[in-house]
């Protein structure tokens, strides 16, 4: 493989193959010494067209663990505010020679026109609305490291699906390797087509809760939004909000994640987030591992 | 130990196959580096022996339980993958990488000797060495191997050799285990596309 653009893209073998590779690299960050020789003389440049802490900190943590070179791009402060195309801006890297290209990029499909353009891997690090697939890969690896299994669990993802590139990620990888996927949120929040993906919806998350293993709060994302998309925020949290009300209904394994950031109060109630149940600090450490792996199994080998 | 001609994984007949140890004689050089590494370092104190995979852990872990079987010493056996050590990483396909396992003792100022099956070019040795680097800092590393072949491209020796083999660059010695292969073996193979590095 040599682009990672989308979680459809991933095969059972090679999301596998992904988590194992994750799991050594977790072995490793223990050790005084952080640091692998393994892509030294490689370049990984960051471009960010959209605002990220943790994803770009992340992944600018795994490529520098692995010995390679970091160039930081962020469409403030670059020529892109003077008015300069995706293509000009692709074309530039390509000249300086990045082998690889992790983009964040509001619109959806960014990344696959940018794979066109260069010759490194491209990483999608969230399109628009679309996908964030090391996003999902981290998800995975969090819930097979908390629950021994991916086959036949129940995950439940609550809240804003519609403008959730975690959540399309998610169904997609989860039902690859054999989880069962349940969209809960308000009618206006799942998507157009959502009968099409390969999970079941449901607009009650009280129904679902008792069955869930994982329960995956999405965050409510209201700077992609108007106002109409549900009443108040506070009827929402009272319906679509993870309390502690509805986190003692859930099964004594079950645990609750959020990609972050969170809407504390909203759709994670700061009880909840800070409780042991919680994988949100995990999900984060994780993250540097799982993007390890990626980057080591897209450059790592020959072309 | 198992027959010589039971090595299902590997094909034999290729017309130059050549046995180069049965089971027995394997089991008997295992047995003599054991006791060159009691003798050498007194006994086997402050001693942790760390097998490269994939031939090199089951090997250790026989160097282990053969020296305690001779002289009740009780060496730390760990795991040192080198995969992500590798100078050679880019000419193949990304390969999968194995865990590292180091004892609980650690390695701060003990004696290391790595264990491997087959010293050929020497560059596994020096990706071993790397690796070891960010572990700690033993006070001494040795290296002991089953099998010297020759064709060092590095200037890397071992300090306990099970066997040397003079070999042509276009063969290929197979060390065969039970534990990997079903089987213990040491083929020579001639191999025209060139010795498996």
């Given amino acids: 493989m040599r682009h990672l653009l989308s979680a459809a893209d991933l095969d059972a073998a090679f999301a596998t193959q992904v988590l194992d590779t994750a799991a050594e690299m977790a072995s490793l960050t223990g050790r005084e010494v952080k640091k692998l020789p393994t892509l030294r003389g490689r370049t990984v440049v960051n471009l960010f067209y959209e605002d990220s802490t943790r994803t ?92 021994g299994r991916l086959a036949g669990l129940r995950v439940v993802i609550v809240g804003d699906v519609l403008h959730s590139r975690v959540a399309r990620s998610n169904v997609l990888l989860l039902h690859t390797l054999g989880a069962e996927v349940t969209l809960a949120g308000p009618p206006t929040l799942l998507p157009v087509g959502v009968d099409s993906w390969p999970a079941k919806t449901s607009y009650d998350l009280d129904a679902v809760l008792p069955g869930a293993d994982v329960v995956m709060m999405l965050r409510v994302q209201r700077e992609r939004m108007g106002d109409s998309f549900f009443p108040s925020a506070r009827e929402y949290a009272r319906r679509y909000g993870m309390d502690a009300v509805r986190l003692r209904a859930l099964a004594d394994h079950a645990i609750v994640m959020h990609p972050g950031p969170m809407n504390r109060g909203m759709e994670i109630a700061a009880e909840v987030a800070d409780s042991p149940r919680s994988t949100i600090t995990e999900q984060v450490a994780n993250g540097v591992s799982v993007r390890m792996a990626v980057l080591y199994l897209l450059l790592g080998g020959h072309r | 130990m198992a027959q010589l001609d039971a090595a299902p994984t590997h094909q034999p007949g290729h017309s130059g196959d050549k046995v180069i140890l049965t089971g027995s004689e394997l089991g008997r050089v295992v047995d003599r580096l054991a006791h060159q590494i009691l003798e050498k370092t007194h006994g086997g104190g402050e001693t942790v022996l760390l ?56 390695v701060e100022g003990l004696r290391v000797i790595l264990v491997d099956d087959v010293l050929f070019s020497g560059r596994t040795v020096r990706a071993a060495l790397d690796a070891m680097r960010d572990i700690g800092r033993p006070r001494v590393v040795q290296l002991a191997v089953l099998v010297d072949r020759g064709h060092r491209e590095l200037p890397i020796r071992a300090d306990y050799v099970g066997k040397n083999i003079p070999t042509a660059l276009t063969e290929t010695v197979r060390v065969l285990l039970t534990e990997t292969d079903g089987a213990d073996q040491v083929r020579l193979a001639s191999d025209p596309a060139g010795g498996a590095r």
């Fill in chain 1, 56 to 147: 770009r900190i992340s992944f600018e943590a795994a490529a520098k663990r692995l010995s390679a070179d970091v160039i930081n791009f962020s469409a403030k402060g670059s020529s892109v505010s003077k008015g300069e195309s995706l293509k000009d801006t692709a074309l530039t890297l390509q000249a300086m020679g990045a082998d690889a290209v992790v983009v964040r990029h509001s619109a959806s499909g960014a990344p696959h026109r940018l794979a066109g353009w260069v010759d490194g891997s491209v990483l999608n690090a969230g399109d628009g609305t679309h996908e964030h697939p090391t996003q999902a890969l981290l998800d995975a690896y969090t819930m097979r490291s908390r629950l």
């Fill in chain 2, 51 to 106: 097998g490269i995979p994939t031939r090199g852990v089951p090997l250790a872990r026989r160097l282990a339980a053969r020296i305690a079987a001779f002289e009740g010493a009780e060496l730390p056996v760990g795991v040192l993958d080198i995969t992500l050590y590798r100078d050679d990483l880019r000419l193949r396909a990304a390969r999968p990488v194995g865990r590292t396992e180091v004892p609980s003792c650690g």
